[in-house]
């Protein structure tokens, strides 16, 4: 395998894991504002859909093609 594909593969990883970090982020302060008033103490955290953790839970990507094990 070349050198060129090989980083074609890993950018398409990073790319994926960029996409998947943005949705780790807790909601902006200013929507705890607008959502439940000025005077409420909550959590940005509890008012994300989308939560995703590196230890807990894996994103399970793959390189579109593998190289075969058996071929060495």
Same mark, same amino acid.
């Given at each position: 395998?070349?050198?060129?594909?090989?980083?074609?593969?890993?950018?398409?990883?990073?790319?994926?894991? *960029?996409?998947?970090?943005? =949705?780790?982020?807790?909601? !902006?302060?200013?929507?705890?504002? @607008?959502? %439940? &008033?000025?005077?409420?103490?909550?959590?940005?955290?509890?008012?994300?859909?989308?939560?995703? *953790?590196?230890?807990?839970? =894996?994103?399970?990507?793959? !390189?579109?093609?593998?190289?075969? @094990?058996? %071929? &060495?």
């Amino acid at each position: 395998m070349n050198k060129k594909k090989k980083n074609a593969r890993r950018y398409q990883k990073k790319v994926k894991l *960029s996409r998947a970090n943005k =949705k780790t982020r807790w909601a !902006p302060i200013w929507i705890v504002f @607008k959502k %439940l &008033g000025m005077g409420k103490k909550v959590h940005p955290s509890a008012l994300t859909t989308s939560r995703r *953790s590196w230890k807990r839970t =894996k994103l399970k990507i793959k !390189p579109r093609r593998q190289a075969k @094990k058996h %071929l &060495g």
